[in-house]
């Protein structure tokens, strides 16, 4: 891009309006229709719900961390934003999506980029028959809940429940339970990302679970469609010496 034209979205927290008053003072500004670049000032979590936006699909965003662990966020440094965005590199990062029917027979849609999970909502476990391509995988596993991953979430909720960490570019995805009961020794399985996903949940009044994808959660759930989504993406730009792979395959080896 030779003619940026910038942005600016910032999260609510104080450090993160404070760089966007700086930048705004700073650079040239447009609005969203007219910008080519969304400066997004915050953290992981100010991105990740972009995904649900059109308005944001089809735009390159540069996110710099004003937020915590900023996984998916370049350092915040407010001179020569413009030089940085144009030497960037561009990955693209395809979300997951949920199609959810609750008890009451409604249908609900929500994509995420890290990952669908599925959560008991009471003092009794789930019970969730899984299903891949048709196929019944596991009859009934009895657990806390279930999660889908992203190789881009992998390292995010799926690795504090002992899932596996994929690298960035693997056309896969993580399927993990979360404190499984029955079987007791299944860890969970790595799945190709064509796979197709469906966890139909037993007993959903006696045992209610919830399902939520990025912003958007759904309870009393009795089924959980799960697959990619390969036709919209969200177009994040790095810093050259941002290497968001090396980030993803480092995590294997923080003790």
Not at 3 to 13: A, D
Not at 200 to 229: F, H, L, M, Q
């Amino acid at each position: 891009m030779k003619n940026i034209k910038p942005f600016f979205l910032s999260s609510k927290k104080i450090k993160a309006k404070k760089a966007l008053k700086i930048l705004q003072k700073k650079y040239k500004h447009y609005s969203l229709e007219e910008a080519n670049v969304v400066i997004v000032l915050g953290g992981d979590g100010t991105i990740l719900p972009l995904v649900n936006d059109k308005s944001f699909i089809k735009k390159n965003i540069f996110g710099m961390n004003r937020g915590t662990v900023g996984f998916l966020m370049n350092n915040y440094e407010a001179e020569n934003l413009l030089d940085r965005i144009k030497s960037s590199k561009v990955t693209k990062l395809n979300p997951v999506y949920m199609k959810v029917t609750d008890i009451l027979n409604k249908t609900h849609l929500a994509f995420s980029l890290n990952e669908v999970s599925l959560l008991r909502q009471n003092r009794f476990a789930a019970s969730i028959r899984v299903k891949i391509n048709s196929k019944v995988k596991i009859n009934k596993l009895v657990c806390d809940g279930m999660l889908i991953s992203t190789p881009a979430g992998s390292t995010a909720y799926n690795l504090s429940a002992q899932g596996p960490i994929l690298p960035l570019n693997s056309p896969l995805l993580a399927l993990t339970p979360i404190c499984p009961f029955r079987p007791r020794r299944w860890k969970g399985a790595i799945l190709p990302e064509k796979s197709k996903i469906v966890l139909d949940i037993i007993d959903p009044k006696n045992r209610p679970v919830s399902a939520t994808a990025g912003e958007v959660e759904v309870r009393n759930v009795k089924k959980v469609e799960v697959a990619c989504n390969f036709t919209k993406s969200l177009n994040l730009l790095f810093d050259k010496e941002h290497n968001l792979e090396e980030k993803i395959l480092n995590e294997q080896f923080i003790l």
